[in-house]
């Protein structure tokens, strides 16, 4: 729900960016209308910069390493509630009905953020999944393996029975290890409640074991079965901790509550009520939330599985904004001039995921080495981790961010010209673009001489 309703209040400040005062001294009005822009423009950032602290608490392995991400988000949040505060009463001065509408809205969809936020981080930190997973694959693994160990001299013995009760009791004590994971992956009390009496029933059966050897084992045997008696109450003491943690669920809670969507394609059949959509973005037959109420959305995330641990698959470089860009103007202008840089090329917009379609890949990886990519929307993805090097320090490959980038990237040349790959991906990169407004959505920019911003 946080990421939803955060879109929601950058999408109002944007709005609010644009209003302008309609009466007054010129140049109070002046003055106001750019501590406006200004606060609308460092409230978007404190937000973004408090969503991203948030996801990084949530997914923290450590408690400190959560406490620090959510002081960061807390302290973001703070400096865009007073933006919002100031905003406000610029409004009430220059008595503008539009924005306070607008300001009323937002105000309302903070504090709905405010109070989402706060669940959040009071989850963030606690790791309980990923706690018990890390108990389940360490010491529960090791009781187990120690139980095993214990009665291997009896199952490799002569007396049968002895034999069939010593294989009950370590069948019990690996199936129980085995059902921690379902447990840990595990959303649903419910389901929780029936994996817990499966462990339960295991229980049973190598305490019967237990019992059983005692009394059929010769003396020679009898500190084998006392170490097993010993390990398996490491096993099942264990095993009531790893399932404490696990019935938290603060990870799947955590990262359900963050999960959301941007653009949309059909979605599968077997996944379709699990998509919900929101503001102008629907889709046939999903759910559509209006008006903020996002309690659907909410309940269907925690009845799913979640992720119960993230995977690192490297890092790559983002946040060539505007403003970031614009720092280094200079460099890149003397860089143009001393013929360091030819060409800027924009490769922008969306793209399917249907095998073969790797036309701008194949662009960026072969454009020369004196050319800067700039990139933005879901079709980056296809060469984002592109290592395309640098220009005395400045990175060849831009990201800029999501599809609504678009006109931070417009704001750095007088044009564009919207392309469509040609029928043979072999074309030279040297060829004249042919202009083509059927798609719009795919775009290179390119600078014929020097660079203009």
Not at 14 to 23: D, V
Request: glycine share 8%.
């Amino acid at each position: 729900m946080a990421a939803p309703v955060r879109h929601l209040v950058l999408i109002v400040l944007a709005i609010l960016g644009f209003s302008a005062c309609s009466s007054g001294n010129y140049q109070d009005v002046l003055r106001t209308l750019l501590e406006k822009e200004r606060l609308v423009e460092d409230t978007r950032v404190n937000l973004l910069l408090a969503a991203e602290a948030e996801k990084n608490a949530v997914l923290s392995s450590t408690e400190e390493a959560a406490r620090t991400y959510a002081d960061q988000c807390r302290s973001a949040m703070g400096e865009a509630k007073r933006g919002l505060a100031r905003l406000t009463m610029l409004a009430a001065n220059t008595h503008d009905r539009k924005e306070a509408e607008v300001l009323a809205r937002l105000t309302a969809d903070f504090g709905k953020l405010e109070t989402v936020d706060a669940t959040i981080l009071g989850m963030a930190g606690r790791n309980t999944n990923l706690r018990a997973a890390m108990l389940s694959r360490t010491k529960a693994a090791q009781a187990t393996g120690r139980v095993r160990e214990a009665l291997a001299s009896i199952i490799d013995g002569s007396n049968c029975q002895a034999a069939v009760e010593a294989l009950r009791v370590v069948t019990a004590s690996l199936a129980i290890l085995s059902l921690h994971a379902q447990h840990i992956d595990e959303a649903s009390n419910a389901a929780m409640d029936t994996l817990e009496a499966s462990i339960n029933q295991e229980n049973g059966q190598a305490e019967a074991g237990l019992r059983q050897l005692a009394g059929i084992v010769p003396p020679a045997l009898a500190k084998a079965v006392d170490d097993a008696r010993l390990a398996y109450a490491d096993l099942w003491k264990i095993t009531q901790e790893v399932l404490k943690l696990s019935r938290e669920n603060s990870n799947i809670n955590a990262l359900a509550l963050t999960m959301t969507t941007n653009c949309i394609q059909k979605p599968a059949e077997s996944y379709l009520g699990n998509i919900f959509t929101t503001g102008l973005v629907g889709w046939p037959g999903a759910t559509h939330v209006k008006n903020g109420e996002f309690g659907p959305v909410i309940e269907k995330a925690l009845a799913m599985p979640g992720f119960p641990a993230d995977t690192d698959k490297g890092t790559v470089m983002a946040g060539f904004g505007h403003n970031a860009v614009m720092g280094v103007a200079g460099k890149v202008i003397e860089a143009v001039k001393a013929g360091k840089i030819k060409h800027f090329f924009l490769v922008a917009g969306c793209d399917g995921a249907k095998p073969g379609r790797n036309y701008y890949t194949e662009f960026v990886e072969k454009a020369p080495a004196d050319t800067i990519v700039l990139t933005l929307a879901c079709g980056k993805f296809r060469f984002f981790d592109k290592k395309l090097g640098d220009i005395d320090g400045i990175p060849r490959l831009l990201d800029m961010n999501c599809s609504n980038g678009f006109h931070q990237s417009s704001r750095r040349h007088k044009g564009y010209r919207p392309l469509r790959p040609e029928a043979s991906s072999r074309r030279r990169l040297t060829e004249k673009p042919r202009p083509d407004s059927t798609n719009p959505l795919t775009l290179r920019a390119r600078f014929a001489k020097g660079v203009v911003f």
